[in-house]
């Protein structure tokens, strides 16, 4: 009995060691490190107190470059100023001709000011680079977009801004605030963002290019919105593990089998989304899942549904994921891809990134920058 008593003692503080493990691990993926902190504050003093940047960026906003459909466009949505620019830098390292590209970065009010003086600041040998506030699109609002009036609602706030200790039967992971981020959620706004242009390349931030992107934008897509890289090569990644297929709305419409793909670097005819307002779809399902019953977390459940039937598939080696948590990947299949992605908690500028893989992400970062010797270095 006394044995049996000292086991049990002994497995409820393994379980509650493993619990506080996990609300530890999140805790340390989810927070900005200390030298991006520093680097932060620096840029952004420069923007405040360095009026002529503040003149270049408005003579950038009027460039005819940012709307030329003959260019290939690029947009990244991110608050992590680093990690943008090696995204940056690493499509233009591998591009055969960089003064044909631009990029699109949309940031928040408060990292506006350090991403303009970063990007004017630096080098991208010819390309052009926009900088934009998304906290100026008037008309991302609550009566338009069902995200902002969840970021607005007192339950959702609660369950995603809350403490991990709350509740205990929740995974940490699903009470991501990432999940509710306006900048992460602008993926679905393209269009919106950029009337003008007819086809764009998305690019998470947390991605290392490494070959031409520019084939992307020859590829025929058969009328479909989205090219993307399938991810159901495991069963884990088809619709019925990320969707409620118990719920009938769910369940009525679409295949449980179907393939699921990857959300990181997307090539869009915006064309043809305006043409299947796409954005429209998306706006059903986010107030269809207000109350979390139809699926848990992120960008992609959404993205599966509001695409559904408008996915192209691509070769695989455009697009390898798992950089931010798997430490097996086969070195050819890494060294054939034409894009990284480091997806998972092991982000690369964290401590707890998979050693293995750093390299790749590191020699993309301007370490000529006074502030990268000042911030990170030291």
Not at 230 to 242: G, P
Not at 327 to 339: G, K, P, Q, T
Request: charged letters at 20%.
């Amino acid at each position: 009995m006394t044995m049996k008593s000292h086991i049990q003692a002994l497995e409820e503080r393994a379980n509650a060691a493993t619990v506080q493990s996990t609300v530890f691990g999140q805790l340390v993926a989810e927070a900005l490190p200390k030298s991006l902190h520093c680097l932060k504050l620096k840029l952004t003093t420069d923007w405040l107190s360095k009026l002529p940047l503040q003149a270049l960026a408005k003579e950038n906003v009027n460039s005819p470059r940012v709307v030329d459909n003959n260019l290939y466009h690029f947009c990244i949505f991110s608050d992590n100023v680093l990690a943008t620019s090696v995204v940056v830098n690493s499509t233009i390292s591998n591009a055969d001709h960089s003064k044909q590209l631009v990029f699109h970065i949309v940031t928040n009010g408060v990292n506006f000011g350090a991403m303009q003086a970063w990007f004017l600041t630096n080098d991208f040998r010819g390309a052009a680079v926009e900088v934009q506030n998304a906290e100026e699109f008037s008309w991302l609002n609550v009566s338009y977009a069902p995200v902002v009036k969840q970021l607005l609602d007192k339950e959702s706030r609660v369950f995603y801004f809350g403490g991990y200790y709350e509740d205990i039967s929740v995974e940490p992971k699903l009470r991501n605030s990432k999940y509710l981020s306006l900048l992460n959620h602008l993926r679905f706004y393209i269009p919106e963002i950029y009337p003008q242009l007819e086809k764009i390349v998305f690019l998470d931030d947390d991605v290392v290019v490494q070959k031409d992107l520019t084939q992307l934008f020859s590829l025929n897509l058969h009328g479909n919105v989205n090219g993307a890289v399938e991810t159901c090569l495991e069963s884990f990644h088809r619709y019925y593990k990320y969707l409620n297929f118990s719920n009938p709305i769910i369940s009525s419409k679409f295949d449980p089998q179907a393939c699921g793909w990857a959300f990181g670097m997307n090539v869009f005819d915006l064309i043809a989304w305006r043409t299947a307002n796409v954005t429209a779809r998306y706006h059903f399902w986010q107030e269809q899942n207000a109350d979390r019953m139809l699926w848990k977390l992120g960008t992609l459940p959404p993205a599966l549904l509001a695409f559904y039937g408008l996915t192209e598939p691509l070769d695989r080696r455009w697009h390898v994921l798992g950089l931010g948590y798997d430490m097996n990947i086969d070195d050819r299949l890494i060294e054939s891809a034409a894009v990284v992605h480091f997806n998972g908690n092991m982000k690369p500028w964290l401590r707890l990134g998979i050693s293995r893989y750093k390299p790749l992400w590191k020699r993309y970062i301007n370490e000529s920058h006074p502030y990268y010797g000042d911030c990170v270095t030291s």
